[in-house]
């Protein structure tokens, strides 16, 4: 957990050892000071004096407790002190979420948006029902830190505007940032639906303890995030990750990208509903699709199958790329299970150097709510950053026992 301190001035050393601390009770939960000193390896007067700013400023809180007989006093992070939201776009969904600092999930909700939605449209329905859920959790807007918001293609994070208006063409140089600031008044940062959904993975999912993995996101489109070294890996222009896009076969069919021979092409959810429509009809969604094949439906298990074999001839591109630990498969399709994964660990297997004595392939442990709780665990985060260099956080009112909640971690 402790991280290198030297170098710097004072002031750095003691604004990251305020970020450890907070890091540390974001993910473990109340703890002592005794336990705060040896995880962190800070001395007893430091955390002593960190947590006195902290609970001063309203940012924490210390309960009496007994533990093995002893009495000790816990410090774990308010509740009160404030929340942070989240926002996910798909391709035909919208998911808003909020949280408070002990990473509790106050409300959630989700809306069916059209197919290539406009954001001149969708993003006031999602401000409005992001509002809706903080109102009905009891809270003001100016009780939310920081909002995050995820969309299903690159990001400029320095601007907030979409990086490839090819994959989002009815967002196309729109700016997110901006339009959810005017329209809220809160604080907002935008990253990828994939980014999203490595760091919820990698925060409390299945990803947590490795360093080195990928999460793939597999539905309308298919995309990836990456960490590296303990973090997301974005590239220069914020595209890094963009699997979905890779070609698997020169000659293929053209991509809305402009590409020939996409990924996307052949195992995202619209390239394997196409073939089943003449026998399954015009309505089939990727939902009944996966539905189907978990009742043992032939039809929708070969088209899974096949999609997966295409998968894992990209995943196994990138496994001789990076060699990474673990691939995480999230999104929709991942709720086919074993069909998809199966095909996609056997054609790894016969493509990828370093499979299968490195890379595990594994499902999500949040499926296709991943998005919205990576926006959330990224607001976490950067309210974490603002908290730890002393930016101001205005304390909300105390949580009631009868306010549904859930803790994000499993």
Request: net charge neutral; hydrophobic share 40%.
């Amino acid at each position: 957990m402790s991280v290198g301190r030297s170098g710097g001035s004072l002031a750095d050393l003691r604004t990251a050892n305020r970020r450890e601390v907070l890091t540390l009770l974001r993910i473990s939960g109340a703890l002592s000071q005794a336990e705060i000193s040896r995880a962190t390896r800070l001395s007893h007067a430091s955390v002593s004096n960190i947590v006195r700013e902290l609970t001063s400023r309203g940012l924490a809180r210390s309960t009496l407790g007994v533990r093995n007989g002893r009495r000790v006093c816990d410090v774990s992070l308010n509740p009160s002190a404030g929340l942070v939201g989240g926002i996910e776009f798909g391709n035909r969904h919208v998911r808003a979420a909020v949280a408070d600092f002990t990473h509790t999930v106050r409300a959630e909700a989700q809306h069916t948006l059209s197919y290539r939605h406009q954001a001149a449209s969708s993003v006031p329905e999602a401000a409005a029902m992001f509002r809706d859920l903080v109102e009905g959790a009891g809270r003001d807007l100016a009780d939310v830190q920081v909002l995050a918001v995820g969309l299903p293609g690159p990001i400029d994070r320095e601007t907030g505007r979409t990086a490839s208006p090819a994959i989002l063409p009815g967002w196309a140089e729109f700016d997110v940032r901006s339009a959810i600031e005017a329209t809220l008044g809160v604080r907002t940062i935008v990253d990828n639906d994939a980014n999203l959904g490595a760091l919820a993975e990698g925060l409390w999912g299945v990803g947590r303890g490795f360093t080195d993995f990928a999460y793939v996101k597999v539905a309308t489109g298919i995309g990836a995030g990456i960490v590296l070294h303990g973090k997301l890996y974005r590239g220069v222009a914020g595209t890094a990750g963009e699997i979905g896009h890779t070609t698997i076969e020169e000659d293929g069919p053209v991509c809305r990208c402009g590409n020939r021979g996409c990924l996307e092409m052949f195992a995202a959810g619209p390239a394997l509903l196409e073939p089943l429509r003449r026998s399954y009809g015009d309505d089939l969604t990727v939902e009944d699709l996966v539905r189907l094949s978990n009742e043992g439906d032939i039809g929708c298990r070969r088209v899974i199958t096949d999609g997966g074999r295409h998968i894992g001839v990209a995943l196994a591109n990138l496994c001789n790329l990076l060699s990474p630990q673990m691939i995480i498969i999230g999104g929709e399709l991942a709720l086919a299970g074993d069909v998809l994964l199966n095909a996609i660990r056997e054609s790894m297997a016969r493509r990828a150097f370093s499979v299968p004595a490195h890379a595990e392939v594994v499902a999500g442990a949040f499926s296709e709510r991943a998005g919205i709780l990576g926006a959330l665990a990224l607001a976490l985060q950067e309210s974490e950053d603002d908290a730890a260099d002393g930016a101001h956080h205005r304390p909300g009112p105390p949580i009631g026992a009868s306010e549904r909640q859930h803790r994000l971690a499993v």
